[in-house]
């Protein structure tokens, strides 16, 4: 069955950086959008950044762009975020999100079907 799988989350220091990775199974990871998500304490799931299967546009939230960085290894079956310039409104739950129907160019979370757990990120000031 589909699975995902995040891990690299953790605390870190206001400024600093951090890789999450999120491993894709049951499925082919090349025809699938894949995003990222979080959820604070509080608030709803917002959508950070979605990858498109085919043509590799992406969408940032305005918060994070120039700071967050998606990609994705299909060989490896593997999706990342990199979060540099972290600060602390960036603490949250992080969600590694696929589905073969979402375009990715709007992150929406109604799009996609499968989830990860879910990694917490902590930025302290």
């Known amino acids: 069955q589909v699975q995902l799988v995040e891990t690299g989350g953790g605390m870190v220091q206001a400024g600093g950086s951090l890789r999450l990775s999120c491993a894709a199974s049951g499925f082919t990871l090349r025809y699938y959008a894949i995003g990222w998500f979080r959820q604070a304490p509080g608030k709803e799931r917002e959508g950070v950044s979605c990858?498109?299967?085919?043509?590799?546009?992406?969408y940032y939230a305005d918060s994070v762009k120039g700071r967050f960085t998606i990609s994705r290894d299909n060989e490896k079956k593997m999706v990342f975020l990199q979060m540099d310039s972290l600060n602390v409104e960036d603490t949250a739950i992080y969600y590694c999100?696929?589905?073969?129907?979402?375009?990715?160019?709007?992150?929406?979370?109604?799009?996609?079907?499968?989830w990860g757990q879910g990694a917490q990120v902590t930025v302290s000031g």
């Open positions: 990858l498109s299967s085919s043509d590799g546009i992406a």
């Open positions: 999100a696929a589905d073969p129907w979402a375009l990715g160019d709007a992150c929406m979370r109604d799009e996609y079907d499968y």
